[in-house]
């Protein structure tokens, strides 16, 4: 459960908040949801993402139900350390698309009294922890795990499988690349995948 640090306001320092999970768990909703909260409370924030996220728009952030705020792409996780001046939030979409560096900048603003809320994916494609998301869950106060449906099973999901056959870690898709599926239909796809896959190399030889 997510509870905001609303106890000792004489504190000067901040914090940070990771949102995580799966394709199409709902991350950057729930990021939009609580920037634009802080909004409505009349507080200062900034939004960034990678500049690699072009999937919806090149500068808002969007989520898959189409929910949108403004945000300033940057090619470098240092770049919001620069630009971060005269806020009360932060947000980061896209955070596993970063550098190592993020860790350190997220620390950085929280440390001058900035909350800090970063959304991103905890695992690649193979199920692998990604990027820098787990030294961020690891530094962060509070971490939200959220979930898809599988499409398969209908169960909880919090694997992306990827159905297309690029290897790439980093290959921006959407639902006829990726589908979220639990740890069984995860498992079961990726037999299945490399089966077809040793067909497909037979038939040629």
């Not at 560096?101 to 959304?119: K, Q, T």
């Not at 740890?183 to 995948?193: D, G």
Request: proline share 3%; hydrophobic share 40%; net charge negative.
């Amino acid at each position: 459960m997510f509870l905001e640090n609303t106890v000792n306001h004489t504190e000067q320092f901040g914090w940070i908040e990771v949102i995580c999970g799966s394709m199409f768990s709902g991350k950057t909703e729930e990021l939009i949801r609580r920037l634009k909260r802080a909004q409505f409370a009349k507080q200062r924030i900034e939004i960034f993402k990678p500049v690699v996220d072009t999937r919806y728009d090149n500068e808002m952030v969007v989520s898959h139900d189409a929910n949108e705020i403004r945000s300033t792409p940057v090619p470098v996780a240092s770049n919001i350390r620069l630009l971060a001046n005269d806020v009360d939030v932060v947000g980061i979409d896209e955070a596993q698309f970063f550098d190592d560096e993020i860790v350190a900048v997220c620390n950085d603003l929280a440390n001058r009294g900035i909350r800090v809320i970063v959304a991103g994916l905890d695992m690649d494609f193979k199920g692998n922890p990604f990027g820098p998301m787990p030294a961020l869950m690891a530094t962060a106060e509070y971490v939200t795990k959220v979930h898809a449906v599988c499409t398969r099973t209908g169960n909880l999901a919090n694997y992306s499988f990827r159905k297309a056959t690029n290897e790439d870690i980093v290959f921006l898709g959407e639902t006829q690349e990726y589908e979220p599926l639990s740890r069984a239909a995860y498992y079961k796809a990726l037999v299945s995948q490399k089966e077809e896959i040793l067909k497909e190399k037979n038939s040629e030889n």
